[in-house]
């Protein structure tokens, strides 16, 4: 079973690519152990100033449970660390300002690099949601998505990612959509206004999250999933 490594990080403004650029070469340096911990990059984005806090950027990690142990491991343990981890993660503090990680559990629904690759999934611009749920209520928000949202999502071109549970914050769920063109965001936006079917999701939506986080991310230079025009 895959799992993601979901990282928001606060960069320092202007650097948002050359710190992508940074984490991509971790994992491809000459010489580093390998350890049993290789992942893949999911996506990486920068959020647009338009919805929220910025400069962030958002990078995913396609894991196994055994590979994301086995990389945490080398980070922490003592004698056998990766100090070559440790030595990107000094030079690099120009480049960022903090952040903090969660470990994502994809619906059942949700493809992997591989099948999202096989689907054509991509996008100029993606919408990321976090959303803050009452406790327990996760597996059913996401089972309504699927079955209610979706549907009416595609009508407008928006592409899911992927939804997921969030390890250990059984409160949260995260998803992210694909959108291959600004329209594709302003027309379904647009449209709850007077579309009766996606004014009874949003209306589910809003009363049942406590919180939600939406930004609106630019997909970086190496990201699978972006379009570069």
């Known amino acids: 079973m895959n799992v993601y490594l ?3 990080m606060r960069t320092v403004p202007g650097r948002e690519e050359a710190y992508m650029a940074s984490v991509l070469s971790v994992g491809q340096r000459p010489g580093r152990p390998s350890g049993g911990d290789h992942h893949g990059q999911l996506g990486q984005f920068r959020s647009a100033e338009t919805s929220g806090m910025f400069p962030l950027v958002i990078n995913i990690w396609e894991h196994t449970w055994q590979s994301q142990a086995a990389a945490l491991h080398r980070q922490f343990a003592d004698v056998d660390r990766d100090r070559g981890m440790e030595d990107w993660w000094n030079r690099n503090l120009h480049l960022r300002r903090g952040g903090y990680d969660r470990i994502l559990v994809p619906t059942a629904y949700t493809l992997d690099s591989a099948g999202l690759a096989r689907a ?4 100029r611009v993606f919408l990321h949601e976090i959303l803050w749920l009452p406790l327990g209520a996760a597996d ?4 309504a998505l699927d079955q209610q949202f979706l549907p009416l ?3 407008f071109d928006w592409q899911l990612v992927g939804a997921y549970r969030v390890s250990q914050r059984p409160r949260q769920a995260v998803v992210l959509f694909a959108l291959r ?3 594709d965001l302003a027309r379904l936006l647009a ?3 007077d579309d009766a079917e996606l004014q009874r999701w949003f209306d589910y939506r809003d009363r049942l999250a406590v919180d939600l986080h939406e930004l609106v991310l630019l997909p970086g230079r190496m990201n699978p999933l972006g379009i570069r025009d």
Do not use: P
């Not at 054509?120 to 996008?123: E, I, R, S």
């Not at 059913?140 to 089972?143: E, F, N, Q, T």
């Open 140 to 143: 059913d928000y996401l089972a």
């Open 153 to 155: 999502a595609r009508r």
């Open 181 to 183: 063109h600004w329209s």
């Open 6 to 8: 979901h990282e928001i």
């Open 120 to 123: 054509g999934v991509c996008g």
């Open 191 to 193: 449209a709850r206004v």
